[in-house]
């Protein structure tokens, strides 16, 4: 049963800190998106990566944030430097963009970040 | 602008009872695709269904059951029988270009 798998699970830090998030897509799948759920915005696009290369990260804040595809098997996304209100649930997802369109989007478990 | 409403925030319901979930969207494309996910108190957000928007028939899997209509731009998610394990969040999404908008989601709680 392919799965997305997110570290860590939970993350608490201090303001200021820097915050590495992983994703292991579902193996054979060409897309990754990162999304972010808080109670005021909801859940909202951060970035997402075709083939390991960025097309969108435009709801990401670039002062902050930054993606990467290092390779097919990790994703990651980091904050430097972190600040409270970063504090929210980061899901990773995957899935296979064929040209017909036709795909699913499967979500990891997330990644829970508390910042104090 | 793609924009989602489920203006339903909560919903309280007896176990058997059938509940019905109500999406709107909003899209200027003429081909779009309507998702609806399932978020348990775990947490995690887990795929329900992906349908197309040419694709107008209504579909069923087990006691899910969903009713799309283009023509009043709705796509409406119904549990027959609910149970306790339903409870959760569910969310409506539009997809364009491959990337999903949610909606606020909203909360079923059944009652045994």
């Known amino acids: 049963d392919a799965r997305v798998t997110q570290t860590p699970r939970h993350k608490v830090t201090e303001m200021g800190q820097e915050v590495t998030m992983r994703c292991q897509p579902i193996l054979g799948h060409n897309t990754v998106f990162w999304y972010r759920q808080t109670m005021m915005q909801g859940l909202e696009l951060l970035a997402y990566?075709?083939?390991?290369?960025?097309?969108?990260d435009s709801g990401m804040p670039k002062d902050r944030f930054s993606a990467e595809m290092p390779d097919a098997t990790l994703a990651t996304l980091k904050i430097q430097p972190s600040e409270p209100r970063d504090s929210a649930v980061y899901f990773c997802a995957s899935g296979l963009v064929l040209g017909t369109g036709t795909y699913e989007q499967y979500f990891g478990p997330g990644t829970r970040l508390t910042v104090t | 602008a793609q924009k989602v409403t489920q203006a339903q925030t909560e919903i309280s319901v007896v176990e058997k009872e059938d509940v019905t979930l109500d999406c709107v969207y909003e899209?200027?494309?003429?081909?779009?695709?309507l998702f609806w996910y399932k978020q348990p108190p775990s947490g995690e957000l887990v795929f329900l269904i992906r349908r197309n928007s040419f694709d107008e028939q209504n579909e069923i899997s087990g006691r899910y059951s969903w009713n799309f209509q283009k023509s009043t731009s709705s796509f409406n998610f119904t549990i027959t029988a609910s149970q306790v394990v339903d409870s959760a969040v569910y969310f409506c999404?539009?997809?364009?270009?491959?990337?999903?908008?949610f909606g606020a989601g909203t909360t079923v709680t059944v009652r045994a």
């Open positions: 899209t200027r494309d003429t081909t779009y695709y």
């Open positions: 999404a539009l997809e364009n270009d491959y990337k999903l908008s």
């Open positions: 990566f075709r083939n390991r290369a960025p097309l969108d």
